[in-house]
């Protein structure tokens, strides 16, 4: 029987938002300030985003945007991550049931967002087709099927294992997958791609390495 989820909200993730997220790096830099950040982000059609994860961006297909570069524009160096979904997975070992409510109420506000949907309850399953779905997307884009895929396990992310597909650039690292959410409560997860520079870890550990390969998975999506 699948492991439940309480709650998923999710936006598709379109060729458009790939193709956008891979053309960050390399776009033409924006002075870090912020008339000049936000001229360029209202340029694009995006925007700021506090609420839903601190300190992030909006981008015009309503996924939210994530940087740990001061701008997310013309910054080779920094690690990118488009979240296109967010679950709450049930914990079979938390007993304080005062959780629920107020992160019934995030979801709830991931939900609400342009163009995204949402489940109350779940299940691993609904979880994964939307993963497999972000995935058809990046290997359409690219015209390449992964180069890994491996089921997460709690070493890697919180919550049920739900699935991570790695491709490589000559540069950059994407992952498909689950991903902690650093935001002020983390107790929710994340569905990202993550857009990482290879020199988190170049070479990609053989697929049957089990330890070595969760390791280089989490040093291309944790942020």
Excluded: K
């Amino acid at each position: 029987m699948p492991v439940p989820v309480h709650a998923l909200a999710h936006r598709p993730l379109t060729a458009a938002a790939v193709a956008e997220l891979l053309d960050l790096p390399t776009a033409p830099p924006v002075a870090e300030d912020f008339d000049a950040l936000d001229s360029e982000l209202r340029r694009r059609g995006c925007g700021w985003e506090h609420e839903l994860v601190a300190d992030s961006f909006r981008t015009g297909s309503a996924h939210v945007l994530c940087t740990d570069g001061p701008s997310p524009f013309g910054t080779p160096e920094a690690r990118h991550f488009l979240v296109f979904g967010e679950l709450y997975p049930v914990d079979p070992d938390d007993e304080d049931l005062d959780n629920g409510p107020w992160l019934y109420e995030l979801m709830a506000d991931w939900q609400q967002q342009p163009g995204w949907t949402g489940h109350r309850p779940a299940t691993v399953q609904d979880c994964e087709t939307v993963l497999a779905q972000a995935a058809q997307t990046v290997t359409e884009h690219l015209g390449a099927a992964p180069e890994r895929t491996i089921l997460s396990d709690a070493a890697v992310v919180t919550g049920p294992s739900l699935t991570h597909r790695v491709w490589r650039t000559p540069t950059h690292a994407l992952v498909v997958g689950p991903a902690a959410d650093n935001g002020p409560y983390g107790y929710l997860t994340h569905l990202q791609l993550s857009y990482t520079p290879l020199t988190c870890g170049p070479e990609l550990p053989p697929a049957d390495d089990e330890d070595a390969l969760p390791g280089w998975i989490t040093s291309h999506i944790d942020w």
